[in-house]
T-cell receptor
Framework: GDSVTQMEGPVTLSEEAFLTINCTYT??????LFWYVQYPGEGLQLLLK?????DKGSNKGFEATYRKETTSFHLEKGSVQVSDSAVYFC?????????FGKGTRLHILP | GAVVSQHPSRVICKSGTSVKIECRSL??????MFWYRQFPKQSLMLMAT?????????EQGVEKDKFLINHASLTLSTLTVTSAHPEDSSFYIC???????????FGPGTRLTVT
């Protein structure tokens, strides 16, 4: 069935390091793809999204490109900050619903 | 941005009692809201879709008589956990759908502990 698979955490990096969080999906057709972020003590927030193949979503220095060939939507950031510490969820749309991956906890050390 | 609130943020109840959780869209109207359950270190599991003025649609495996959903207005949906048991202890999150497409706005969640 439809699913989203993302790399398990926790991921621990030093400040200013390069970040990649892998995400792949299974689906029929071309679903919309999302990355959500959950900061400590807060609700989920949409970080970025892409609605069709080759689209690149970007926000707050984060980027992800919709790769149809590899069914992937990897999240990247060139230089992470301590404030980026959070849980990141990859997700895909299905009708009006959203299917989430399991989440990846990111720790950034100063 | 759009704001969705949940109340209460934390609740502790005794086994066998019922608990109501409210989800409100504060600055927009939402004909559709969603209820999720999140287990520790796991993903959000969609429980049900709440539609204003009609019955909720439950996902497979979710007991509709145990998790009562009422979407009484365009800004309020409630989830009532009836006859709660310790295994119902979890983090419950709601979201509200704004406009067309998949733009869901999430509440901060409610931590339910059943003793």
């Amino acid at each position: 069935g439809d699913s989203v698979t993302q790399m398990e955490g926790p991921v621990t990096l030093s400040e200013e390091a390069f970040l990649t969080i892998n995400c792949t999906y299974t689906a029929t057709g071309y679903p919309s793809l999302f990355w959500y972020v959950q900061y400590p003590g807060e609700g989920l927030q949409l970080l970025l999204k892409a609605t069709k193949a080759d689209d690149k979503g970007s926000n707050k220095g984060f980027e992800a490109t919709y790769r149809k060939e590899t069914t992937s939507f990897h999240l990247e950031k060139g230089s992470v900050q301590v404030s980026d510490s959070a849980v990141y969820f990859c997700a895909r749309g299905r009708d009006d619903k959203i299917i989430f991956g399991k989440g990846t906890r990111l720790h950034i050390l100063p | 941005g759009a704001v969705v609130s949940q109340h209460p943020s934390r609740v502790i109840c005794k086994s066998g009692t019922s608990v109501k959780i409210e989800c409100r869209s504060l600055d927009f109207q939402a004909t559709t809201m969603f209820w999720y359950r999140q287990f520790p270190k796991q993903s959000l599991m969609l429980m049900a879709t709440s539609n204003e003025g009609s019955k909720a649609t439950y996902e497979q495996g979710v007991e509709k008589d145990k998790f009562l959903i009422n979407h009484a207005s365009l800004t309020l949906s409630t989830l009532t956990v009836t006859s709660a048991h310790p295994e119902d202890s979890s983090f419950y999150i709601c979201s509200a759908l704004r406009g067309l497409g998949y733009e869901q706005y999430f509440g901060p969640g409610t931590r339910l502990t059943v003793t």
